[in-house]
């Protein structure tokens, strides 16, 4: 598809259990991102991919929290032991940067639909 | 000071009303800017860029004052689909390394 594709949208989970969402950013962004949104709150950056650079994971909140890109494409975020702190939207976007096509005056975010988890 | 404020509203203006946000930043070197809308339950999408001369877009007006760090959106004859969280995002970055960071966004809330 032309946009940024996320999988599971919906998501139920039991405490304590690990879930993995993924992410497939448009084709050709070397930026992704992942953040997270609780229902009536900001979007809370969780962490940042950009072509083969090392990634920036200073939002991830505990070391339950992790993620990989691999092939500099498809990521994939895993929360371990999930706490029912950890319900809310995962959204993930992505953006061309000035090395790619499609820079323009700026890298323009472009995000999925989101992953909705909710930990019971 | 955070990074990029906003103020949270809810602003609540009738149909017909024009209404201005603000957002100001606090990183001088920023490099660009943008204004995205956010409605219920859905994912942010892209409203407009917001360039150095200001820009506009329809009932859409975005300006940027880089002396005082804010960015403003302005619309005009609101609608009662205008209606949304407005985000300001901020680019810091430079070359391949982006720094974005949202504000928490300003509610709108066009009434009848």
């Known amino acids: 598809g032309a946009g940024v594709s996320q999988s599971p949208s919906n998501k139920v989970t039991e405490k304590g259990k690990d879930v993995e969402l993924r992410c497939d950013p448009i084709?050709?962004?070397?930026?992704l991102y992942w953040y997270r949104q609780s229902l009536g709150q900001g979007l809370e950056f969780l962490i940042y991919?950009?072509?083969?650079?090392?990634?920036?994971k200073s939002g991830l909140p505990s070391d339950r929290f992790s993620a990989e890109r691999t092939g500099g494409s498809v990521s994939t975020l895993t929360i371990q032991r999930t706490q029912q702190e950890d319900s809310a939207v995962y959204l993930c976007?992505?953006?061309?940067?000035?090395?790619?096509?499609?820079?323009?005056?700026?890298?323009?975010?472009?995000f999925g639909e989101g992953s909705w988890l909710t930990v019971v | 000071r955070k990074e990029v404020e906003q103020d949270p509203g809810p602003f609540n203006v009738p149909e017909g009303a024009t209404v201005a946000f603000n957002c100001t930043y606090s990183?001088?070197?920023?490099?660009?800017f943008f204004w995205y809308r956010q409605d219920c339950r859905k994912e942010p999408k892209l409203l407009m860029s917001?360039?150095?001369s200001g820009n506009e877009d329809g009932r859409f007006t975005a300006q940027l004052n880089r002396a005082s760090q804010y960015i403003s959106l302005l619309i005009r004859d609101s609608k009662l689909s205008d209606s949304a969280t407005y985000l300001c995002?901020?680019?810091?970055?430079?070359?391949?390394?982006?720094?974005?960071?949202f504000g928490t966004g300003t509610k709108l809330q066009v009434i009848p």
């Open positions: 084709s050709g962004h070397t930026a």
């Open positions: 990183n001088s070197a920023s490099q660009s």
């Open positions: 976007a992505s953006s061309p940067s000035r090395a790619d096509e499609g820079w323009t005056s700026g890298n323009t975010i472009y």
């Open positions: 991919f950009q072509g083969n650079s090392a990634p920036d």
């Open positions: 995002v901020v680019n810091e970055g430079s070359g391949g390394y982006q720094k974005v960071t």
């Open positions: 917001v360039y150095s």
